[in-house]
């Protein structure tokens, strides 16, 4: 165990030894005024609710090329043998696959697509880059979800990002329904911060990745929240995409139905909101959980994404 250093200057102090109230950021969600892909209409609903969806981001053709992709990593000795693989507690089963944009070409080439780049400078004012990507995988029958959380908590706690200026991107690989497992969000939550009670163990991401116990609200928090915003779900087919900002309150149930769900999922975040020491006060989590390479992305043309 180790003491936060979130006493003194931290504006969002978390793991803390006895409750705090939830208060409003200081933070927009939308910075600055660059142009970009998203309308402006697209651009106020994400600002009021804190995320966006877009049907159709990929075509049929794109999923598969990225399905084939999540079928030759997946089955890779030598990625097995990394934690860049995380499985399900107590099985055999891939629920996350980290780093993609390292380990593949294809999706290192779907993060430097102009419209898919464009969209998240355009939400966070300046140059971006990748802070984490990962695909994760729901079989169906054996999927398990993530409890209620806001990344920027873990990620300010754990990685040391110091203010919530970096956007999501899920793309569905599968189509999402009300009951596979699909991502619930409660809108217009991400502009409250919960802090969280509870001391950060060293690597906690070796647990809290198959299953987070630590940077959870408290259940009066999670009510408190349904109540004022509401839930709403990420349902669509194959090729849909969510945009969300960091600091959404969001969760996943299990996946009992058959229809198994995987997305790719790439966090940008601005060049200019690089990360810090942990506020929780522990060593920095590994590369792939929060990269240190603040390179920003540049866009290429001829992608097989355009
Ligand atoms: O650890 C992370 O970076 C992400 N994963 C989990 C389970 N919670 C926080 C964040 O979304
Ligand atoms: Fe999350």
Redo the contacts with the bound molecule.
């Keep these: 165990m180790t003491t936060a250093r979130n006493a003194i200057g931290d504006l969002y102090p978390s793991r803390l030894s006895s409750r705090a109230a939830s208060f409003g950021r200081p933070h927009p969600t939308r910075w600055g005024s660059t142009p970009g892909p998203f309308t402006a209409d697209a651009l106020s609903r994400y600002e009021a609710k804190g995320f966006h969806i877009e049907e159709g981001l990929l075509t049929p053709a794109q999923i598969q090329h990225c399905w084939s992709e999540v079928e030759r990593l997946s089955a890779d000795p030598e990625l097995a043998k990394t934690e860049l693989i995380v499985r399900e507690r107590g099985s055999d089963t891939v629920r996350s696959i980290f780093a993609v944009h390292e380990v593949s070409p294809l999706i290192d080439k779907l993060v430097r697509t102009p419209r898919i780049l464009d969209r998240a400078r355009q939400i966070l004012g300046s140059d971006v880059y990748i802070h ?1 990507s990962r695909i994760n995988c729901m079989p169906g029958f054996a999927g398990t979800g ?1 409890y209620w ?1 806001s ?1 920027f908590e ?2 300010h706690a754990e990685d040391g990002m110091p203010v919530p200026r970096a956007v999501s991107l899920s793309i569905a690989l599968t189509d999402n329904y009300p009951f596979n497992g699909g991502l619930m969000l409660m809108p217009g939550a991400h502009r409250t911060f919960v802090p969280c009670v509870g001391q950060t163990p060293e690597n906690n ?1 070796k647990s ?2 198959q299953e ?1 116990r630590i ?1 959870v609200p408290s259940e009066d928090a999670i009510t408190e929240l349904a109540y004022e915003f509401g839930i709403e779900q990420f349902t669509g087919p194959a090729g849909s995409a969510l945009f969300f900002d960091s600091n959404s309150m969001h969760g996943s149930s299990n996946n009992i139905t058959p229809y198994p769900r995987a997305n790719i999922f790439l966090v940008f975040n601005s060049v200019d909101n690089l990360l810090e020491q942990p506020f929780a006060g522990t060593q920095p989590r590994p590369e792939h ?1 929060g990269s240190r390479d603040f390179t920003p992305l540049t866009p290429i043309s001829g992608s097989p994404f355009a």
């Design positions: 984490q993530f959380h990344d873990t990620w991401y809290s990745l987070q940077g959980l």
